[in-house]
């Protein structure tokens, strides 16, 4: 199993510019979600899913899309890149909506950098 | 919202010494999570806590739940040069499904 794969992992682009980032799992997760972290802020929640289909927003969505069409894929669309959303981004999935004792599987994450 | 607190932000040891981190929540936890990040790496789930007072090791790692089920903590002990990173702990509220609220962190670097 290749766990939670996500793409790119280092990205550049202007203002204005638009984006998706890419993300995949291979464990049949049903849980899956983007995070977004700074330096000093932890991990803040952008959006998530609980199923192909369904799709919520997190505590900072705006600026942000997501669509799950199938269970294995999650991907993150930037509208229109702001320097504010220069970050590194994370991917998570867990088997269970409630919480299970294998806790979040995290991709390693993509760079991005909004100039 | 709900808040995770997590003190200290950061934490420096010289090997050899213990560690402590802790979590508070402003509202009741169905459970909590904590997780380790090495430096430029991505977070990893250590374990789970779910029942009041519960109490749980692994190897050199004892992590704790309060009575109340409001806070938690993680403790080291004779720390090494490979338990650098920052250590996260993540709360899910006692109301049904909810979304695992992250605390900012701790992290701890440790001098050989």
């Known amino acids: 199993n290749a766990g939670v794969t996500q793409t790119p992992k280092f990205q550049v682009l202007k203002t204005g510019q638009s984006m998706t980032l890419q993300c995949a799992q291979d464990m049949n997760h049903e849980y899956m979600s983007w995070y977004r972290q700074d330096p000093g802020m932890g991990l803040r929640l952008i959006h998530y899913s609980v199923g192909a289909g369904i799709t919520d927003q997190g505590e900072v969505p705006n600026g942000y899309n997501v669509s799950r069409s199938t269970t294995e894929d999650f991907p993150l669309r930037l509208l229109s890149a702001a320097p504010s959303q220069t970050s590194v981004y994370f991917c998570a999935s867990s088997y269970s909506v409630i919480g299970d004792s294998y806790g979040y599987t995290f991709g390693s994450g993509t760079r991005l950098t909004v100039v | ?112």
């Open chain 2, 1 to 112: 919202g709900q808040q995770v607190m997590q003190i200290p932000q950061y934490q420096h040891v010289q090997e050899g010494e213990d560690f402590t981190t802790y979590c508070n929540s402003s509202t009741t936890l169905s459970n909590i999570q904590w997780y380790k990040q090495r430096p430029g790496g991505h977070p990893v789930f250590l374990i789970q806590l779910v029942k009041s007072g519960e109490v749980k090791k692994q190897k050199r790692l004892t992590f704790q739940f309060g009575e109340a089920k409001k806070n938690s903590s993680l403790h080291i002990t004779a720390t090494q040069t490979t338990d650098v990173g920052t250590y996260f702990c993540a709360g899910r509220k006692n109301s049904g499904y909810s979304t695992l609220t992250f605390g900012k962190g701790t992290m701890l670097l440790v001098s050989p």
